[in-house]
C-alpha cells in the first residue's frame, strides 16, 4: 500500500521560492533579522481562501538551513557550519565517555536534519543543540571518562 500523504514532496518549493526571490549579493549576506521573501504558493492559497496557509511575504521557513541563509547569508551559513562540523568530529571521534560522543550525534543529527526542518530560533532544541556544541568542543569535558562521571555524579 502506497502512502501518497508520506511520498509528498512539501519542501522543494521552498527552496526554489526562496532562491527565486533573492538576488546574488543577498544569498551571500542574507536581508538581516526582519528579512522576508515573497512567496506565489502561500499567496495563491491565500488568493483560493485556503486555510493553513502563511502569509506571502515570509519572514520565516520551515528548513533551517534556508532560514539561515535568509537572514544571514552564506556568511552566517558558513560561521554555523565552521563551529558545528569540527564540534562533531571532537565529540564523536575526540571524546572518552558518551557525553561527549551523543553530543557529537546530536549535532550530526541537527546538521543533518536542517536540510528539511530545525530552522534556528530560542527554543529548547536549539539551547539543546548549543549545550551538546559546549560538551564537545571543551577539552575539559571530552577528556574525562565514563568512571570519572560516575564518580562525579554519586559525589553530587
Known amino acids: ?6 511520498n509528498t514532496d512539501t519542501r522543494t518549493f ?15 549576506i542574507g536581508r538581516g533579522a526582519l528579512g522576508k521573501y515573497y512567496s506565489p504558493y502561500f499567496d495563491n492559497l491565500k ?10 511575504d515570509r519572514s520565516i521557513s ?9 537572514k544571514g547569508g552564506y556568511i552566517m551559513l558558513g ?11 571532537l565529540g564523536i571521534f575526540k571524546s572518552n565517555n558518551m557525553i ?7 549535532i550530526l543529527h541537527y546538521i543533518i536534519m536542517m536540510t528539511l526542518i530545525y530552522p534556528p530560533g ?27 562521571i560516575v564518580k562525579i555524579k554519586n559525589y553530587a
Not at 500500500?1 to 508520506?6: D, G, T, V, W
Open 100 to 106: 561527549g560522543r551523543m553530543s557529537g550525534y546530536i
Open 79 to 89: 560561521l554555523y557550519l565552521f563551529i558545528l562540523i569540527p564540534a562533531v568530529y
Open 14 to 28: 521552498l527552496f526554489v521560492e526562496m532562491f527565486s526571490d533573492m538576488s546574488e549579493q543577498e544569498q551571500i
Open 122 to 148: 530560542y527554543k529548547l532544541s536549539f539551547i539543546i543543540l548549543w549545550i551538546a556544541v559546549g560538551a564537545s568542543i571543551s577539552p575539559n569535558i571530552r577528556a574525562l571518562r565514563d568512571t570519572d
Open 62 to 70: 520551515e528548513v533551517g538551513y534556508l532560514q539561515i541563509i535568509l
Open 1 to 6: 500500500i502506497e502512502n501518497k500523504s508520506l
Open 47 to 56: 488568493e483560493l481562501d485556503i486555510e493553513g496557509g502563511d502569509a506571502a
